[in-house]
């Protein structure tokens, strides 16, 4: 049973540009969340996603925004990126309201 | 709201040695607590979770943490640590559809 899966795996992008990134949840699970993990700090929330849906959002700008899709997988898009959005980002997957397994990650570098 | 404040940026300790990282937390609502372990260029791993009944919890790769309301904490420890424990670790608290991380603690372990 494959586990959380992101791509890609790095991205460099400059700034002002856009960027999607992707996200395929453990078989069986229907809830997607996304982090954002800056160098040396812990995830922070952005978004999740339920039934094609956002469900809840964190203190994030809308240049960020996301989508799932009926097979649950999900995108997360970045618009006119920032220096400062260089970071890892997280995708979690999650039977509703249960435990949350993380994928490695997407690396992302905005010059 | 929710907040995971983690006392230590970085805990150093010899190979075999005790450690304890420590985790203080606030909530408002009921508690549930995690602690996350990742390596470099990784995704988070669940080390363990505290969602209710005993407050001594048990994890993988013999970790345990202890739930303390008093005290408001949720301390890891390990009796015997080694090199390949050193890592970045997370404890997070469940809010409302998301986890709130604390910023981490890494814990270098030398031969």
């Known amino acids: 049973d494959a586990g959380v899966t992101q791509s890609p795996t790095h991205l460099i992008k400059t700034r002002g540009q856009q960027v999607t990134l992707r996200c395929s949840p453990k078989?069986?699970?229907?809830?997607v969340s996304w982090y954002q993990q800056a160098l040396g700090q812990g995830p922070q929330f952005i978004f999740q996603?339920?039934?094609?849906?956002?469900?809840q959002r964190g203190n994030f700008p809308d240049r960020f925004s996301g989508h799932q899709f009926p097979n649950y997988s999900s995108e997360l898009n970045v618009n006119a990126l920032l220096l400062g959005d260089s970071a890892l980002y997280l995708c979690?997957?999650?039977?509703?309201?249960?435990?949350?397994?993380f994928g490695p990650g997407t690396r992302l570098t905005v010059l | 709201a929710q907040s995971v404040t983690q006392l230590d940026s970085q805990v150093p300790v010899f190979e075999e040695a005790p450690v304890e990282l420590r985790c203080n937390y606030s909530?408002?609502?009921?508690?549930?607590l995690f602690w996350y372990v990742q390596y470099p260029n990784q995704g988070l791993q669940l080390l363990l979770k505290?969602?209710?009944?005993?407050?001594l919890v048990k994890g993988i790769n013999g970790f345990e943490a202890e739930f303390n309301k008093s005290q408001t904490s949720f301390h890891l420890r390990k009796p015997s640590v080694h090199i390949s424990d050193t890592a970045e670790y997370f404890c997070?608290?469940?809010?409302?559809?998301?986890?709130?991380f604390g910023t981490g603690t890494r814990l270098l372990v030398s031969p």
């Open positions: 979690a997957s999650s039977p509703v309201d249960n435990e949350q397994f």
């Open positions: 078989s069986g699970h229907d809830t």
């Open positions: 996603y339920y039934e094609e849906e956002e469900r």
């Open positions: 909530s408002s609502v009921s508690v549930y």
């Open positions: 505290y969602l209710s009944g005993s407050t």
């Open positions: 997070a608290v469940k809010g409302f559809q998301k986890l709130v």
